[in-house]
């Protein structure tokens, strides 16, 4: 069941624009399963995921055979399209410990509440990074991970909007992302 959290502006992607860019996603994962790409992050059985910009749902299989049935994924977008999307994959592969939010920002998660946050291929089209960071760097756990990579952002761009802030700090970098844990005076 979708959860609709402080929605700033819902996206005017139509609904073919939005099957052609699913459809397009699905060729994508098909050459470069997203699995290789989550197991850099290092999620672990019973973590609490945030995929936020999930769009069609790409991650959400993989998620769950990550975090297996006592983690939680949570998939945020903007799209009503792709709450939709992911509502039906979770009912087709019958993921219970799945909930997806509504929203332009605002999670209505708890403070400190998830291990992992995936930003993936949507920190380019943020209208408020500033707003977003904050919100997540609010409910990630101290020790908890922010995961990040943009095809349409060098590298150098990516980690300068992420720790613009002093939220956040580069931890790591794999070979498709970037991993950022709070800052220490921040926790």
């Known amino acids: 069941m979708a959860v609709k959290k402080g929605v700033s502006k819902v996206q005017s992607t139509s609904s073919l624009d939005f099957r052609l860019m699913s459809l397009t996603?699905?060729?994508?994962?098909?050459?470069?399963?997203?699995?290789?790409?989550?197991?850099e992050v290092g999620i672990k059985q019973g973590f609490q995921?945030?995929?936020?910009?999930?769009?069609?749902g790409s991650y959400i299989r993989s998620l769950a055979e990550l975090v297996g049935k006592s983690g939680t994924i949570y998939a945020l977008d903007v799209n009503p399209l792709a709450i939709q999307a992911v509502n039906s994959l979770a009912s087709k592969e019958g993921l219970t410990n799945m909930q997806t939010i509504l929203s332009g920002c605002q999670t209505g998660l708890l403070s400190n509440s998830v291990d992992v946050v995936l930003l993936y291929d949507?920190?380019?089209?943020?209208?408020?990074?500033?707003?977003v960071l904050a919100e997540l760097h609010r409910i990630l756990r101290p020790e908890g991970i922010l995961s990040v990579t943009d095809h349409h952002m060098k590298e150098a761009e990516i980690v300068s909007r992420v720790i613009s802030?002093?939220?956040f700090?580069?931890?790591?970098?794999?070979?498709s992302t970037y991993s950022f844990s709070k800052e220490a005076w921040y926790k």
């Open 122 to 131: 949507i920190i380019h089209d943020l209208d408020e990074p500033h707003r």
């Open 169 to 175: 700090k580069l931890s790591a970098k794999g070979k």
């Open 165 to 167: 802030q002093g939220l």
């Open 49 to 56: 995921v945030l995929d936020y910009g999930c769009g069609p």
């Open 25 to 39: 996603y699905k060729c994508r994962d098909f050459l470069q399963p997203r699995i290789n790409i989550l197991k």
